[in-house]
Each structure stands twice: as structure tokens, then as C-alpha cells.
């Protein structure tokens, strides 16, 4: 009977322990420190919380004496929240790169039912009807702001293991230019029209071999020659940009692949939407740029976001049991020290506490270290993906605070599912056959 009783108190610990990781996933911030002052609260001005506090700061003063053992949690944990930390920084910079790259005054418009560029065709006498539409915005000498536009993918040699990757030629014309004011020329000049000349993102030049500005590269059996280097702190710093006519003719095309626009402002997408669809002769879809790019991110994003919980959950339950044994050990060995504490007045609470705000403690060791080492390592650490048109992006790791609070989160609910169960057994320990054992 009494093993029954025990097996249904332990099951119920595990539901309520799960029950409590879902909720604390979950808990902004805010919920967070209201907590945290509860349980400062509680210990400063309760009777049980004083002893808890105590037998806290006992267990604490002991932890040098077996650093070694303590140490595996600390290294542990700080292993989880640091590959979970970069797994999660690598989708929020490639999010965060092509969110930078759209405008919601922008607008790209694709053929119907295409999801990128790449599977998209416009015919070009499609272009003059696109550029009549209301909601366009016009340039300094009254033409429309259209921009229709090429998208090659070309081979290129990587600096960093000298293997082919894919690598986005865009076509544009004048019109491309001021559509996007973001884009600066930080070394030699733009592309003349009608010649085989080639501006290229800084992100793509630091990419690919042979992108310097004076040299020539073969594309289409064709010399290309780069004349500039531009900037735009988004994912067109990855492509490479010729004159579309120029691009057109090698590459023998017929139609446009896309055209994106500049808006009135961004309110003037609906009426622009709808004067695209009362046309008959326009069968295309539309979309604000930043739409269009945040669009392209959402797989990738996902696929990385769950990878890196999946990983993390492997590691963190080995971390867990690290605690256990840890934690198990660290009862034993204080059995008498423990029972000793129960028998001149600390109950089963106190204890408890303790032994899970030394396990909390050392879990929030190694979830600042494993967070400092994320950001140390990755924040800012460059590289490069497919996107949506099956060319390279490049793109920078991005640890936010955001993520860092969340691998601190994981630690100490590592730390509790860690430290819960060594605790209750300390609460449950016989004093008297402690005190013999000891």
C-alpha cells in the first residue's frame, strides 16, 4: 500500500512538473519577476522561507568542497543554452535579413499563383499596362517608378572552401536604382547600359572569388567586367546586378521574370491591388515587398526553429540527468548535514527549497555562460543559405536579448527538473537512519 501511495505521489510530481516546464515556457518576463519578488517575499518574511534561505546558504558554503561534481551541471547546461542560442540566432538573422530587405511602399508583382522569382514570367508588353495603374509613384521628371527585372542564377566559386554555389544576377534598369535609395555605391561606379558590366553586393563579394572591382568573370561565355561594389544592409548585398537589356540578350530572354514598383505611400497598395485586378489582361499576384521577403524566410525560419528545440531537448534531457546524479550524490553526501537540520527544527519544506535554489543557482551559472558564449561566438558570425530563388543569401547571426532569455529559461527549468527530485528525497530522509549511516 505504502509502495502505491508513493508510485501515485511520484507520478503526480511528474504531471505537475510538466504541467509547471509548459507554463513556464510560456511566462513573459513580466510573469517572470512577479515570481521572483513572490519568492523573495517568501523567503525574507516567512518563517519557512528564513530556514529555507538558511539551509541555502549552508549548501552554498559547501560548494567548493565539491566544485567537481557541481561543475558538471554548470558545463552542462551552459552546452544546451549555447547550441540552442545559435541554433536560434542562425533563423533570426536570416529572418531579420530579408525583413530588412522589403518596404511596405514597395511592391513586387509576380506571375499568378508564383511563389519567388525564379518560376515567375512577365511578358513585356505587360510593362506599359503596369506602369498606367493608380497608386504609382513618379519620379522627378513624372515617369512611373517600375522597375521591370531579370533574376539569373549563376555559378560562382566560394572564397571559403573554393566549391560552386549559386549566386543571384539581378537585371535591373534606372528605375531599380531609385526604388531602392538603401542601395550606395561604396567602391568604383555603377554599370553603364548595353555593356557587360556588373555591380555587386559587398555580402557576394566577400562571398565568391573573383569580384573585385577591375576584374572579369565569364558568365554565359561571356567576359563581364566588375566596375562597382555597393551596400544595402539586406539580402540584395548577396547578388550580383547588371543591366537588364545587357542580361536579357546573353541569356536570350524573352519576358521579365518581375516587376516591383514604388508606391505613393504604403496606404496606396489596396488601390493599386485593385486596379491590377480589374485589368483582365494582368493575371498577376501582388505583394509589399517586406511581405514578399518575410514570405521567403518563413520556411527556412521554421525548419531552423524547430532543429534547434529538437536538439535542445536532446541535450537538455542528458543535462537533466547530469543534475540528477549530481544533485543525488550531493543528498548523500550531506545525509548527515541534512539529517542533522531536520532534527533541530527545519520540515520538509525548508529542505526542499534549498536543495532547488542551489540546483536554480548552478543552473543559472551555466545558462549565463552558455548565453555569453553564444553571443561571444556567433553574434554577428556571417554566412550563407539558399533562399526562396534558390540562390545564396548572406546573413549574420543574430543573438538577441530575446534569445538569451530564452536559453536562460531552459537552464533553470533544467535546473528544476533537475533538482526536484534529489530534493524531495532530502525531505523524505529518515533522520535517524541518516544520522547512523553518516
Given at each position: 500500500m505504502n509502495r502505491i501511495k508513493k508510485w501515485l505521489g511520484n507520478l503526480g510530481v511528474i504531471i505537475a512538473l510538466l504541467v509547471g516546464l509548459?507554463?513556464?515556457?510560456?511566462?513573459?518576463?513580466?510573469?517572470?519577476?512577479?515570481?521572483?519578488?513572490?519568492?523573495?517575499?517568501?523567503?525574507?518574511?516567512?518563517?519557512s522561507g528564513r530556514l529555507a534561505l538558511a539551509a541555502t546558504r549552508i549548501g552554498i558554503a559547501s560548494l567548493p568542497d565539491r566544485w567537481g561534481a557541481s561543475s558538471v551541471i554548470v558545463v552542462g547546461i551552459?552546452?544546451?543554452?549555447?547550441?540552442?542560442?545559435?541554433?536560434?540566432?542562425?533563423?533570426?538573422?536570416?529572418?531579420?535579413?530579408?525583413?530588412?530587405t522589403g518596404r511596405d511602399?514597395?511592391?513586387?508583382?509576380?506571375?499568378?499563383?508564383?511563389?519567388?522569382?525564379?518560376?515567375?514570367?512577365?511578358?513585356?508588353?505587360?510593362?506599359?499596362l503596369i506602369s498606367s495603374l493608380a497608386g504609382i509613384a513618379l519620379d522627378a521628371d513624372g515617369r512611373p517608378l517600375v522597375s521591370p527585372e531579370l533574376s539569373q542564377v549563376v555559378n560562382m566559386v566560394t572564397r571559403s572552401d573554393g566549391t560552386d554555389a549559386n549566386a543571384q544576377l539581378r537585371g535591373v534598369g534606372d528605375a531599380g536604382w531609385a526604388i531602392r535609395p538603401q542601395l550606395k555605391i561604396v567602391e568604383g561606379r555603377r554599370f553603364e547600359p548595353g555593356k557587360r558590366e556588373l555591380v555587386v553586393g559587398q555580402g557576394a563579394q566577400s562571398q565568391?572569388?573573383?569580384?573585385?572591382?577591375?576584374?572579369?568573370?565569364?558568365?554565359?561565355?561571356?567576359?563581364?567586367?566588375?566596375?562597382?561594389?555597393?551596400?544595402?544592409?539586406?539580402?540584395?548585398?548577396?547578388e550580383l546586378w547588371a543591366d537588364a537589356q545587357t542580361l536579357s540578350s546573353t541569356y536570350q530572354r524573352t519576358s521579365y521574370q518581375s516587376v516591383t514598383v514604388r508606391l505613393e505611400n504604403?496606404?496606396?497598395?489596396t488601390a493599386f491591388k485593385a486596379a491590377m485586378a480589374a485589368d483582365p489582361r494582368l493575371k498577376l499576384d501582388v505583394l509589399s515587398t517586406k511581405d514578399y521577403y518575410s514570405k521567403q524566410s518563413e520556411g527556412l525560419t521554421k525548419l531552423i526553429d524547430i532543429l534547434g528545440k529538437v536538439i535542445g531537448t536532446i541535450m537538455a534531457i542528458g543535462a537533466v540527468f547530469g543534475a540528477l546524479n549530481t544533485m543525488y550524490a550531493a543528498v548523500a553526501g550531506r545525509a548527515r548535514e541534512i539529517a542533522t537540520m531536520r532534527a533541530i527544527g527545519f520540515r520538509g519544506l525548508p529542505v526542499v527549497v534549498a536543495v532547488m535554489l542551489e540546483t536554480m543557482l548552478l543552473a543559472l551559472l551555466g545558462g549565463l555562460l552558455g548565453?555569453?558564449?553564444?553571443?561571444?561566438?556567433?553574434?554577428?558570425?556571417?554566412?550563407?543559405?539558399?533562399?526562396?530563388?534558390?540562390?545564396?543569401?548572406?546573413?549574420?547571426?543574430?543573438v538577441s536579448p530575446e534569445l538569451l532569455w530564452s536559453g536562460l529559461k531552459w537552464a533553470l527549468g533544467i535546473g528544476l527538473v533537475g533538482g526536484l527530485f534529489p530534493s524531495l528525497r532530502a525531505a523524505r530522509l529518515p533522520v535517524t537512519e541518516a544520522l547512523r549511516s553518516a
Open positions: 509548459v507554463a513556464w515556457t510560456m511566462l513573459p518576463w513580466q510573469g517572470v519577476l512577479a515570481l521572483a519578488v513572490l519568492a523573495a517575499l517568501w523567503l525574507s518574511f516567512t518563517r551552459a552546452g544546451v543554452v549555447g547550441v540552442l542560442v545559435a541554433m536560434l540566432a542562425m533563423g533570426a538573422g536570416f529572418q531579420k535579413t530579408l525583413n530588412q511602399d514597395t511592391a513586387i508583382i509576380l506571375r499568378g499563383g508564383s511563389q519567388a522569382e525564379t518560376n515567375s514570367t512577365i511578358a513585356r508588353e505587360q510593362v506599359p565568391y572569388v573573383g569580384l573585385e572591382v577591375g576584374k572579369t568573370i565569364e558568365l554565359a561565355n561571356q567576359d563581364w567586367t566588375v566596375v562597382g561594389r555597393f551596400a544595402s544592409g539586406d539580402s540584395h548585398d548577396s504604403a496606404k496606396a497598395l548565453g555569453l558564449l553564444a553571443w561571444l561566438i556567433f553574434n554577428n558570425y556571417s554566412v550563407s543559405t539558399l533562399s526562396g530563388n534558390f540562390s545564396q543569401v548572406m546573413f549574420k547571426f543574430n
